[in-house]
């Protein structure tokens, strides 16, 4: 399954959510997660998210130092942030989802991307690491 960016994101990007200083998150689901970028608006409409171990809970971590900048050499914009990491974990994950927190239900947390790893990536009461491409989470062309 390839990478893919939500359509609500899509719609909502330019009025609704500012990936440079909202609180975006990033929570980790199984294989058995199969995204849909026409029906999966929400936070609520995710299935499979790995069960909490170690420092990782329910609804994954914030990002840290958040960027959404304009690369004019390559004509497109550019989101990125701190890796991230959990510790004492043990955890199979076959993707990444994510998401503006509202900072209520999982109902208002809007979806923005899922980051497909390419296989399942694991981790055994170790850290559990999401290591971003040099060229940022997402990019805009």
Known sequence: MAS??????????STAINLATDTIKVMLVSSAYTPDIDTHTRRSDITNEVG???SYASGGSALANQTW???NINDRSVFDAD???WTSATITARGAVI????????SADE???YIDFGSDKTST???F?????ASGILTNS
């Open 69 to 71: 900048t304009q690369d």
């Open 52 to 54: 909490a171990s170690g």
């Open 129 to 133: 690491t999401i290591t971003w491409d």
């Open 111 to 113: 979806l923005i991307a």
């Open 99 to 106: 998401y503006k927190a509202n900072g209520g239900a999982a």
């Open 4 to 13: 893919v960016l939500y359509n609500s994101f899509k719609k909502e990007v």
């Open 125 to 127: 009461a170790g850290t």
């Open 83 to 85: 890796d991230v990491a």
